[in-house]
């Protein structure tokens, strides 16, 4: 059963992928591109008990749903290892969650931070190139520590990811790739953010209809992206 530790587990998440803790006033914003996800942070922050406002940047498709409170901020701070001010390449992952506040916390993650995509391939076999649409999934960080602890929990967790320093983006990123990846994120975390919702059930359909490789990376750590 869903209860308000694991909604604040999804809120910590999102504010450590896509949000911003300001210390003077202890102001929690997370930024969004999309008006209905906005109001379901909203409704989401006031279900937990916290009384959340939404901010529309003017001539802007962009959205900040924001709330002043001390005792949220404590508790992202000293639970959830968050940190005031720019914290992109100091952020961890909290170490004493239950399962369904860590599946949460990862949820938000990928909620705040994360792509789906076709990827289109070519592989070189018996000299003949073949061309394939890949199914991925890509999770972009700047803090290492992170990038270490989510990899390993998605292998924990029997997902494949493959993980790889970019840096023209000077961030690390987790790949997961290919149709059993995508079906068991689907199945295991999945998307409460409606745009990615809607583009990972469209991926999922397609899967049935068009070539795709079935193609898994393995990564022990990080490694630098090869030049082309």
């Given at each position: 059963?869903?209860?308000a530790?694991?909604y604040?587990?999804?809120i910590?998440g ?5 949000g ?7 102001k ?5 591109s ?8 909203k ?7 916290y009384?959340?406002?939404?901010y ?9 749903v924001y ?6 901020a404590?508790?992202l ?16 992952m909290?170490l ?10 990862i ?13 289109k ?18 999770y972009?960080?700047?803090s ?7 990899l ?8 494949t990811?493959?993980?790889?320093y970019?840096?023209?983006?000077n ?40 070539r795709?490789s079935h ?6 750590g ?7």
């Amino acid at each position: 059963m869903v209860e308000a530790k694991h909604y604040l587990a999804y809120i910590a998440g999102l504010v450590a992928s896509d949000g911003t803790l300001i210390k003077c006033s202890y102001k929690i914003k997370i930024t969004t591109s999309n008006k209905s996800f906005a109001k379901k942070i909203k409704a989401m922050l006031r279900r937990i008990g916290y009384k959340a406002k939404i901010y529309s940047y003017r001539n802007t498709k962009k959205y900040e749903v924001y709330v002043y409170s001390k005792k949220l901020a404590s508790i992202l701070i000293e639970k959830y290892k968050l940190k005031y001010g720019k914290k992109s390449k100091d952020i961890e992952m909290p170490l004493d969650l239950d399962a369904l506040e860590l599946l949460y916390y990862i949820k938000g993650l990928y909620d705040g931070d994360s792509s789906i995509y076709l990827a289109k391939v070519r592989i070189k076999r018996k000299n003949k190139i073949y061309k394939y649409l890949l199914p991925r999934i890509t999770y972009k960080t700047q803090s290492i520590k992170l990038y270490n602890q989510l990899l390993s929990i998605l292998k924990e967790m029997k997902l494949t990811p493959y993980g790889y320093y970019d840096k023209y983006s000077n961030t690390y990123c987790i790949n997961l790739d290919g149709i059993k990846n995508i079906l068991l994120f689907n199945q295991l975390i999945g998307y409460l953010h409606p745009c990615k919702r809607r583009r990972l059930k469209h991926i999922i359909e397609k899967i049935n209809h068009i070539r795709i490789s079935h193609l898994y990376y393995l990564s022990s750590g990080p490694r630098r992206r090869r030049s082309a």
